[in-house]
């Protein structure tokens, strides 16, 4: 199994890293306050806690916190991170009147030009840290999506297989480029909370069985799709 570092145990590190090493990852919190990190550990006694470079350093796979933070006001020395994947699950902030941010560019494309030699990977945006408590076996039913999106494949097969191991439905949107709208999804889903006043809450993708006999017409083919239909060969 692959060791999985925390830079930064906030709220989504340590319930990332907690449910990772319930499942027998191995991992290491790390925090610039090492009293977070330990926190964090005390709830699960295989783990292991310290500074965020000695996560950085632990990890083959790396969990980082620390929205809108530079990776190297976070890290001394940010050559650790040279071909490791990173996670990363920013948002944007929502106003009191459900004003979303404007997003012009994601933070998961910020992130990958800051470290240019690791493998970033936007996942788990749209997974509220309360979600982490249910047991995979529940997680699993309800079929809570991960979206991801990296320009590394190999990077997000491997953050399908944590996913998966924690319950929910990987869902592979693409490139870095798509991350943008995982950030949309991501206010979406903040304002939905709010609105909503509850954070048990998730999305997932349905697929539907195919209906090969069509009762409605079927799809026709469309001035209003531009020159790219949008599904292929329709
Ligand atoms: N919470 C959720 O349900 C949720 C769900 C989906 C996505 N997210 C996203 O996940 C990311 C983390 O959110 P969170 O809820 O875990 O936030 P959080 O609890 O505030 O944790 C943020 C972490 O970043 C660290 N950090 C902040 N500034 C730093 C700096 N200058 N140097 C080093 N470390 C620094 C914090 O350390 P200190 O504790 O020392 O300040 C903390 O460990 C955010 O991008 C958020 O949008 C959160």
Not at 60 to 89: A, C, F, M, Q, T
Request: glycine share 8%.
């Amino acid at each position: 199994m692959r060791k999985i570092g925390i830079i930064g145990t906030g709220n989504m590190g340590r319930v990332i890293g907690l449910a990772l090493a319930h499942k027998g990852y191995e991992v290491f919190f790390g925090a610039r306050d090492v009293s977070k990190a330990q926190f964090a550990s005390q709830f699960n006694n295989s783990s292991k806690f310290g500074t965020n470079q000695q996560a950085a350093e632990f990890g083959d796979i790396i969990y980082y916190s620390p929205r809108d933070i530079h990776p190297k006001e976070v890290l001394e020395d940010l050559s650790v991170l040279d071909g490791k994947i990173v996670i990363e699950s920013g948002n944007w902030n929502i106003s009191d009147e459900l004003d979303a941010e404007k997003i012009s560019v994601s933070k998961t494309e910020i992130l990958q030009q800051q470290l240019p030699n690791s493998k970033v990977v936007k996942a788990f945006n749209t997974v509220l840290q309360e979600i982490f408590e249910h047991s995979i076996k529940d997680l699993k039913s309800y079929h809570i999506a991960c979206f991801m999106a990296s320009d590394f494949s190999d990077a997000k097969a491997e953050v399908s297989v944590l996913a998966s191991d924690l319950g929910f439905t990987p869902i592979d949107c693409g490139e870095t480029k798509q991350a943008i709208l995982l950030e949309q999804a991501g206010s979406l889903m903040r304002i939905l909370i709010r609105i909503k006043n509850n954070p048990w809450l998730s999305f997932s993708l349905t697929q539907l069985p195919e209906i090969k006999d069509l009762q409605l017409g079927g799809r026709m083919a469309s001035n209003l799709h531009g020159k790219t239909d949008f599904l292929k060969n329709n």
